[in-house]
């Protein structure tokens, strides 16, 4: 089994969490459920999924307080293009 994808896959996921400061783990856990989730009604909907493990508290609280160094994230996503049609 070719494990590329998924290496490349893990060491962005390492570079973005990296990226984020005050209320890392909420702004991760949000960045996972976004991802993971089709079309959301409302914010504290998000808090529902099951791939979100914060309470909506958090959320708010990441959104209100988190950090994100910018010039990171756009390094990050201009390094690692989205690949479309490969699934991991």
Known sequence: ?????????THYRVDVY???GRRRDALFALC???LGTG????????SLQPQHQ??????FGAL?????DMATME???TAHP???????
Do not use: H, N, Y
């Open 54 to 59: 914060c309470g909506w508290g958090s959320l």
């Open 18 to 20: 990296a990226a984020f």
């Open 32 to 34: 996972d459920t976004l």
């Open 75 to 77: 390094r990050l996503l």
């Open 82 to 88: 989205q690949v479309t049609g490969e699934s991991i």
């Open 64 to 68: 209100r307080e988190g950090d994100i």
């Open 39 to 46: 079309t959301i009604s409302s914010f504290p909907s998000l």
């Open 1 to 9: 089994m070719d494990t590329t994808a998924l290496t490349a896959l």
